[in-house]
């Protein structure tokens, strides 16, 4: 009997480390209909300060829309505003300091009431018609700024303190390409003090620690450098080794046979860097990345999934598993097929202590949430 009750023991004590070990299952959701097609100008926030996170995207010169989260699948969709001045480009920030986020798309943004059955008030504020925004503090005074990415028109960061409701005070970072600073290229890359951008192929060096004298390094060779969509990628900023420097993941965007991988920063400096891959050969194209702990293991995960340009028939959402810790040792996940991935993003919208991922289609109306089953499998 007692050696009966042992073996059950262990048994019992194995599901349970398995259950623990296993990468977790992603389960999908429809999150709603948007009358216009989507293109982009995601977000990942808490719109009306209830806890827990909701989803925002757009169509350029269109409509943009939040999506309050209040179960997995029961979102409500609500109306941010019109005539979005933008390319796809688009950031949630507090821009007027009220404590209410609000909304940034290119040359407009729209001011969040606090009310969610009202229309956000719109603003003109200048800002180039982007396909890639992202925000953070360039000139030191510990307010968010605004960078935004054209292809035509170049790179320029704007500070909007003076008066937010009037045309942003604007300076150029250098030229432009098609994406290369979202979701997350803001960063001290040089360890000096300030905060840098990183240009999917270059980096730029915030000289004088205020956004008023750019130095440029072009030490980043990575994604493809010809064609019409010349060194398109997205970059996702983080100290990946530990070792006090930023480094940086990288995918291919607009890219068929896309691929992934994360640039070490040798030096600390931002000159010397040593590429290590991801995935070189995932016929996908990778216009979304995501970088987080999606199995609660400690490290850093990437996801990424196929878009619009994907040379494979059937579009790919893939997590590669950082198995030894240290991004040296990779296991890929195949966590939903058939649905077009574009400018996802990724955090714990629910509040259960796991990463979840909110995306869409592109020219398509119809987001989705991949809710994250990790925690819901360990009870079970």
Known sequence: MQKNILIICGLLLESVILSYCQFPD???YNIGITEE??????SLVDMDKDGDLD????????????????????????????????DKGGVTIDVDGDGWLDHVAGGTWF????????????????????YDMVAGD?????????????????????????????????????????????????ADMDNDGDNDIVRSNVWYDNLNGDG????????????????????????YITDWDKDGDMD?????????????????????KGINWFTHSIDSET?????????????????????????????DLHKRLYIWENKDGEGLAWEKHEILTDYECFDAVAADVDGDGDIDICSKPWKGNNPYFLRNMKIENQKQ
């Open 212 to 235: 008023s004298k750019w130095g440029i390094h072009r030490t980043i060779s990575y994604v493809e450098s010809k064609g019409e969509f010349a060194y398109s990628s997205r970059v």
């Open 283 to 311: 016929t996908q194209d990778l216009h979304s990345l995501c970088v987080a702990d999606f199995d609660n293991d400690g490290d850093l995960d990437v996801f990424s999934g196929g878009g619009p340009m994907t040379s």
């Open 138 to 186: 360039i000139n030191g005074d510990e307010i968010q700024d605004i960078i935004a990415l054209s292809e035509q028109e170049g790179l320029y960061w704007y500070d909007f303190t003076a008066n937010p409701k009037k045309k942003w005070k604007k300076i150029r970072i250098g030229d432009g390409i098609a994406g290369g600073i979202s979701p997350q290229g803001i």
């Open 248 to 268: 940086i993941v990288q995918s291919d965007a607009n890219n068929p046979e896309g691929k992934i991988a994360w640039h070490a920063n040798k030096d600390g």
């Open 55 to 86: 989803f925002i995207a757009g169509t350029g010169g269109g409509e943009a829309w939040w999506f309050e989260f209040q179960e997995a699948d029961k979102w409500i969709r609500h109306k941010i505003g019109d005539y979005t001045l933008t």
């Open 26 to 28: 992603f389960k999908y």
């Open 111 to 130: 001011r969040n009431s606090g009310d969610p059955g009202e229309q956000f008030e719109r603003f003109e504020n200048g800002v180039i018609f982007a």
């Open 37 to 42: 097609e989507l293109l982009g100008q995601s």
